[in-house]
């Protein structure tokens, strides 16, 4: 099944630098990409999702690149802000619809943390 | 709040002790998923419902484990004999269908004493 990894664990940056999280995903037929934010206490919500069929996906000061071939996405943040500061978790599903019977497989989040 | 509804938010229960949850999904969202997040870990995909019918099981963490979506609305988990190891939280999401975004619930937090 598929296998996703997610670098760093804890990312910290200064309020207003970029911070940037790495995945790579193992099962080739993936093609769905999904980033949640999780803060304390709350259920997981997407910021932004990609599909294979695109290369990068801009909304804002968030956007998602994809590698097909070398099987990594990362999520860019820019002009980090207080409340952004949350575990964010990439995604993977090889069913384009967004999840079906494979569900989606995470990784195990990253910390974000926003110094001021 | 029309988003996906989950209850008990909070469950303590006893080990060997039965126990169940209820997820409301978003009305008319078709597709239904149980995930379970342990601390510190992404959640984990257990089972997936089209309309009333369980089209993914194999990934229940054991035979203790069983979901329905009788009518194709609202879904119920039940963990039977829990386990100090089933202490975790809960997450269900529901969408729309096709290229549809999952949108999660609130969870229910499962402590087994």
């Known amino acids: 099944g598929e296998n996703v990894e997610q670098h760093p664990s804890t990312l910290s940056v200064q309020e207003g630098d970029s911070a940037v999280i790495k995945c790579t995903y193992s099962d080739s037929a993936s093609n769905y990409f999904p980033w949640y934010k999780q803060e304390l206490g709350k259920r997981p919500q997407l910021i932004i999702d990609i599909r294979s069929n695109v290369g990068e996906k801009k909304d804002q000061r968030i956007a998602v690149t994809l590698n097909k071939t070398a099987k990594h996405f990362s999520l860019h943040i820019t002009e980090t802000q207080p409340e952004d500061s949350a575990v964010y978790f990439c995604?993977?599903?090889?069913?384009?619809?967004?999840?079906?019977?494979?569900?989606?497989?995470f990784g195990k989040g990253t910390h974000l943390i926003i110094q001021p | 709040d029309t988003g996906v509804s989950q209850n008990p938010r909070h469950k303590i229960t006893k080990r060997g002790q039965n126990v169940t949850f209820r997820c409301d999904p978003i009305s008319e969202h078709n597709r239904l998923y149980w995930y379970r997040q342990t601390l510190g870990q992404g959640p984990e995909f257990l089972t997936y419902f089209q309309n009333e019918a369980q089209l993914e099981k194999s990934r229940l963490l054991s035979d203790r484990f069983s979901a329905e979506r009788p009518k194709g609305s609202f879904s119920t988990l039940e963990i039977q004999r829990t386990e100090q190891g089933d202490s975790a939280m809960y997450l269900c999401?529901?969408?729309?269908?096709?290229?549809?975004?999952?949108?999660f619930g609130p969870g229910t937090r499962l402590t087994v004493l």
């Open positions: 999401a529901s969408s729309l269908g096709l290229l549809d975004t999952q949108y």
């Open positions: 995604a993977a599903s090889p069913d384009p619809s967004g999840g079906g019977a494979d569900g989606l497989t």
